[in-house]
């Protein structure tokens, strides 16, 4: 399933020089979610700040080093590719983030 909305992501959202970036944050989003299962219950465990670490280390994948550096998560599962694509991947895990903490808020939680 990961693949199909690989493929999806990539033919659509990356493929069209018009998509803006917005939109293309949120097809990442929705390919995180449905094609690899970052759901907001798996978001809900990360919090120490993971998943904005996370998408610092795809702004500055560029250097990888320094993108490892600061990768919360297995070393395998960052997979950092054009600049365009890994700015798309931090926003959606920053949108990812920002949801986690307006859930954590109503109830009260860290």
Known sequence: MADDYE???DADAMADP?????FMIVDERRRQIYGEGYTEQHDDQHTNGELG???SAYIYANNFQLG???WPFERGIF????TIKNLVKAGALIAAEIDRLKRA????LP
Do not use: K, V
Request: charged share 30%.
């Open 7 to 9: 493929d999806i992501f």
């Open 18 to 22: 018009m998509r803006s970036g917005a």
């Open 53 to 55: 670490r996370a998408a």
């Open 68 to 70: 490892i550096r600061l």
């Open 79 to 82: 997979r950092p590719t054009t």
């Open 105 to 108: 808020q109503r109830e009260n």
